[in-house]
């Protein structure tokens, strides 16, 4: 014969309990809060694609009402260009930004006609205040 199995009677209410019993009970009640972070997670997971969709589309709508503002200035920063004109005039040459060779060109010239500018200012200042 084997060895008698002694009968555990569960704690009253009163009583405290082995330490065992208290480590079991504390060991369900983090794997219950776990259980519930797990559905919390998975829940989220599930919900992703959706809320990701959803904030895509108000970034999209937030860029068309931008894109439809008008603005007092034209040509304004403030107010964002729409590509859907662009891309239907596709076949319109892009802007060509100014070479080098051409700015380099303009400087000498600036400054020639600054200083006529300066020179023609001067005669007048000195023949009305002379006269």
């Given at each position: 014969?084997?060895?008698?199995?002694?009968?555990?009677?569960?704690?009253?209410?009163?009583?405290?309990?082995?330490?065992?019993?208290?480590?079991?009970?504390?060991?369900?009640?983090e794997?219950?809060?776990?259980?519930?972070?797990?559905?919390?997670?998975?829940?989220?997971?599930?919900?992703?694609?959706?809320?990701?969709?959803?904030?895509?589309?108000?970034?999209?709508?937030?860029?068309?009402?931008?894109?439809?503002?008008?603005?007092?200035?034209?040509?304004?920063?403030?107010?964002?260009?729409d590509r859907?004109?662009?891309?239907?005039?596709?076949?319109?040459?892009?802007?060509?930004?100014?070479?080098?060779?051409?700015?380099?060109?303009?400087?000498?010239?600036?400054?020639?006609?600054?200083?006529?500018?300066?020179?023609?200012?001067?005669?007048?200042?000195?023949?009305?205040?002379?006269?």
């Amino acid at each position: 014969m084997g060895p008698k199995r002694r009968k555990t009677n569960p704690p009253k209410a009163g009583e405290g309990g082995s330490p065992l019993d208290e480590r079991r009970r504390s060991l369900a009640e983090e794997e219950a809060k776990l259980q519930e972070q797990v559905e919390l997670n998975k829940k989220l997971i599930e919900d992703a694609p959706k809320i990701a969709r959803e904030r895509a589309r108000q970034r999209r709508e937030e860029l068309i009402t931008r894109a439809t503002r008008t603005d007092a200035r034209p040509a304004s920063k403030a107010a964002l260009m729409d590509r859907r004109t662009y891309e239907a005039n596709a076949v319109a040459p892009a802007r060509r930004l100014k070479l080098r060779a051409e700015r380099r060109q303009g400087r000498p010239l600036f400054f020639m006609l600054l200083i006529i500018f300066c020179a023609v200012i001067f005669w007048l200042y000195y023949t009305v205040m002379h006269s």
